[in-house]
Nanobody, 116 residues
Framework: QVQLVESGGGLVQPGGSLRLSCAAS????????MSWYRQAPGKERELVAA????????NYAHSMKGRFTISRDNAKNTVYLQMYSLKPEDTAVYYCNARFYTAVYWGQGTQVTVSS
């Protein structure tokens, strides 16, 4: 059974840091482009960061550049999102996405709340 399971979310104060993990099972991520998306209440889901299958290239939404870092460990079948300098507007459910041609998988999401 194909699964993406996110973890690491929680409540953090503004300026704080969190590291999200996305563990894949039922398939091997090494051929997949992996991404993180987020969706805030009342807003559309948006791309946060993406990384190519070999990890040689990354892409970030403008507002996350310099604050977020996406990485992957294909040996552990896991993708990470390190988030620094978190702001209240980063509050959202964060989703992991795996894509290989027409094969697209989503995780169930992990809540990140930035609040004092």
């Amino acid at each position: 059974q194909v699964q993406l399971v996110e973890s690491g979310g929680g409540l953090v104060q503004p300026g704080g840091s969190l590291r999200l993990s996305c563990a894949a099972s039922g398939f091997t991520i090494s051929s997949y482009a992996m991404s993180w998306y987020r969706q805030a209440p009342g807003k559309e889901r948006e791309l946060v960061a993406a990384i190519t299958s070999a990890g040689g290239s990354t892409n970030y939404a403008h507002s996350m550049k310099g604050r977020f870092t996406i990485s992957r460990d294909n040996a552990k079948n896991t993708v990470y999102l390190q988030m620094y300098s978190l702001k209240p507007e980063d509050t959202a459910v964060y989703y992991c996405n795996a894509r290989f041609y027409t094969a697209v998988y989503w995780g169930q999401g992990t809540q990140v709340t930035v609040s004092s």
